[in-house]
């Protein structure tokens, strides 16, 4: 394939834009080489500025479950443009997603938009704080909540008390209140909370962690938080920014039947638009600005085209609840594909599915947290990455992230993608 026009922009944005990026994953950092711009998707496919075409398993890094450009999704946008972009007052379509929110999410009574994932958490945190009136939090090492300072936190082996913040610019005061703990390891979090009587606000984690590869939670560790927080006068956060509207409708609450205390949501639920929001029970939501006293705020928070794209969105998936088997049936299609041929190739790999979330690692250990994901092999990574963009499969650029499978996503394209990872992966690999 060539990029000519790619590289050309690239080396165009990066006069004026940091690195030529608005977000640093996009930059191909961690599997070298640079960035592909792309001009327009439709379906299951992205079309680059040179003519290229790609079978896309980013999705946006997940908003996109139904495809690209969904005509609905668009209808519903266009129409809404046309009646004015924002207005900074309430909106009825505002009241229709919430309640739509509501009725397919387990457990919540109201919920607040936002206009990212990393608002939601960030938000969603100050509100488990002025609930509890306790400072300390609980995060996962390797679990991402977007790029707030209380949540960029170093990743340490074993159970560590005091954070140490992972970017210059994160004080020590802020990271002294963030406590990590091993994913998938309920003893760390016991210890942890002993030894930090009715101190701890909220625990927070991803119910399926995706940030460091699709990492599933194992046996009983969810209910034994919940048990953990119940004890402990502690809330649960569930940040469902990847899994709420994906694993099925409720998300992870749904799937594995355990209720959190809060939920943050994103990417899906903005159906391609800047959206996130947090939720909870009524006596936790009235804590909130302008009902209580914690305070929160947005300008453009329940934008009318944002709210016009994810009601849209959210509709869609409610309305036909068989999505969900689909593309949960074609993720395990795949991952059995992908299982088989990396099998007969002799690869060293463990593959982490579940629903519609998948990734490969080059590796022979149980991925069951970030000291285990850390053990693949990037070198491999970054071959197969190259390789199976050349033939035309768009995965995303670091070992670390999860593929996300849309319902645009064809058997043909399944199957050409098993083929593409046979070639890739054959000698020499
Ligand atoms: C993407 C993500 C976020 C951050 O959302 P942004 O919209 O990028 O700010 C937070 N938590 C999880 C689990 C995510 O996957």
Known sequence: MIYQRSSQLFAEAKKYIPGGVNSPVRAFNAVGGEPIFIKEAKGAYLYDEDGNQFIDYINSWGPMILGHAHPKVIDALIEKAKKGTSFGTPTEIETEIAKLAVKMVPNIDQIRMVNSGTEACMSAVRLARGYTKRDKIIKFAGCYHGHSDTFLIQAGSGAVTFGEPNSPGVTQGTAKDTLLANYNDIENVKQIVSENQNEIACII????????????????????????????????????????????????????????????????????????????????MDHLAPLGSVYQAGTLSGNPLAMAAGLKMLQELHQQPEIYQSINEKTAYLREGLQKVLTENEVTFTINQIGSMISVHFSDQEMKDFESAKSGNNERFKKFFHGMLKEGVYIAPSAFETWFISEAVSYGDLDFTIEAARKVTADGF
């Open 205 to 284: 984690l991803e119910p399926v962690a995706g940030n460091m590869g699709c990492i599933p939670p194992k046996g009983d560790f969810l209910q034994q938080l919940r048990q953990v927080c119940d004890e402990n006068g502690i809330l649960l956060i569930f940040d469902e920014v990847m899994t709420g509207f994906r694993l099925a409708q409720g998300g992870a609450q749904e799937l594995f039947e355990i209720k959190a205390d809060i939920m943050t949501f994103g990417k899906v639920i903005g159906g391609g638009l800047p959206v996130g929001a947090f939720a909870a029970r009524q006596e936790i």
